[in-house]
């Protein structure tokens, strides 16, 4: 048969991968992280993701949706959380405004 790869004949049909390699460019500290196999398996799963959303909420939106229901069902209210944000931030970012 004309236009069948030559494996098709070889009594073993080769499947397509579920991944293909791309490439892009990125920032020299992004791309030493992508050394790591684990790394590079994550981004692939997030940048799949992020192109070809799902229905329905993500994983960290319905994670902040939870943790967000907690702080509520503690009696934090968004002014108690954006202060303690704040907080925090000054204390691990140097800012002297804390």
Not at 4 to 30: F, Y
Not at 40 to 67: F, Q, T
């Amino acid at each position: 048969m004309i236009g069948l790869p030559s494996a098709a004949w070889s009594g073993k049909l080769r499947r397509m991968p579920d991944t293909i390699p791309v490439t892009i460019e990125v920032e020299a500290g992004a791309a030493a992280a992508m050394a790591d196999a684990r790394t590079r398996a994550a981004m692939g799963r997030l940048v799949s993701r992020v192109l070809n959303p799902h229905p329905g909420p993500s994983e960290l939106a319905s994670a902040i949706a939870e943790a967000k229901a907690a702080a509520r069902a503690a009696g934090l209210t968004d002014a108690d959380i954006d202060a303690e944000l704040a907080t925090y931030n000054a204390e691990h970012r140097g800012n002297p405004a804390a």
